[in-house]
C-alpha cells in the first residue's frame, strides 16, 4: 500500500508570490491534516479536512488556505509568501476523524522562501 | 501558549541503557496522546500511543506511560538501540469539541544511543 505523497519535495519561492502544495492521502483515508514545521517551533497545526470539509483551523493567517477534492487529495495554498514562511510542510492521512486514531505522515515539502 | 512540552531538546544514551522521554501537558482536556519519531529529511513516523483511560501502554521495546493528575507522560525505549537516535516528538489530542485528528505536537527531544 502507497504512504502519503507530497509535491514537490522541494521549493524556493520568493517573497509575496504564492505556492500550492499537493498531498496525497493513504488510499482509503479520507483525512488530510497539515502542519507547518519550524526550528524550535516544533510542529504545528494548520488546517484538518474531511470529506472535502475544513474541521479544524490553526493559528495562521488568511494567507494560508487549504481544499480537499473528492478523492481525498489536498493542496494547501500559501499567498504573498514572506520569509518566515520557509519551513518543512508535512501532511498527515488518517482514515477518518475518530478517536484514538494514528496519522501517517509524508516526507514533506521544504519550502524555502528568499 | 505552548500547549504540550518537551523540556529537553537533547537525550544522550548508551546503547542497551534504557532511555526516558518526557513530556508535560496543560490542557486537561486531552485524552489520547500519541509519541512519533523523525528522522532528518523524513516524515514523523507514528511510535506508540496511549488514551487517557489507562496509565499504561507497551509495544516491545517501548512503553508509554501517563500520569494524568501531573499532566505528564513519559515514553521508555529498553533497550536502546543506535537505531533509535532520532528527534522524538509527544503529541495530544482532544476529541471534546468532536471526533478529530488534530495534533498538538512538543517541540521534540533529540535522542543519541552511543554505540
Known amino acids: 500500500k502507497a504512504g502519503v505523497t507530497q509535491t514537490p519535495r522541494y521549493l524556493i519561492k520568493t517573497r509575496g508570490q504564492q505556492v500550492t502544495l499537493s498531498c496525497s492521502p493513504i488510499?482509503?483515508?479520507?483525512?488530510v491534516s497539515w502542519y507547518q514545521q519550524t526550528p524550535g517551533q516544533g510542529l504545528q497545526f494548520l488546517f484538518e479536512y474531511f470529506s472535502e470539509t475544513q474541521r479544524n483551523k490553526g493559528n495562521f493567517p488568511g494567507r494560508f488556505s487549504g481544499r480537499q477534492f473528492s478523492n481525498s487529495r489536498s493542496e494547501m495554498n500559501v499567498s504573498t509568501l514572506e520569509l518566515g514562511d520557509s519551513a518543512l510542510y508535512l501532511c498527515?492521512?488518517?482514515?477518518?476523524?475518530?478517536?484514538?486514531?494514528?496519522?501517517?505522515f509524508g516526507q514533506g515539502t521544504r519550502l524555502t522562501v528568499v | 501558549d505552548q500547549q504540550v512540552k518537551q523540556n529537553s531538546p537533547s537525550l544522550s544514551v548508551q546503547e542497551g541503557r534504557i532511555s526516558i522521554l518526557n513530556c508535560d501537558y496543560t490542557n486537561s482536556m486531552f485524552d489520547y496522546f500519541l509519541w512519533y519519531k523523525k528522522y532528518p529529511a523524513e516524515g514523523p513516523t507514528f511510535l506508540i500511543s496511549?488514551?487517557?483511560?489507562?496509565d499504561k501502554n507497551e509495544d516491545g521495546r517501548f512503553t508509554v506511560f501517563l500520569n494524568k493528575s501531573a499532566k505528564h507522560l513519559s515514553l521508555h525505549i529498553v533497550p536502546s538501540q543506535p537505531g533509535d537516535s532520532a528527534v522524538y516528538f509527544c503529541?495530544?489530542?482532544?476529541?471534546?469539541?468532536?471526533?478529530?485528528?488534530?495534533?498538538?505536537f512538543g517541540t521534540g527531544t533529540l535522542l543519541a544511543v552511543q554505540p
Open positions: 488510499s482509503g483515508h479520507r483525512s
Open positions: 496511549i488514551s487517557s483511560i489507562k
Open positions: 498527515a492521512s488518517s482514515l477518518a476523524p475518530n478517536l484514538n486514531t494514528e496519522a501517517f
Open positions: 503529541a495530544a489530542s482532544s476529541n471534546y469539541g468532536g471526533a478529530t485528528n488534530k495534533l498538538i
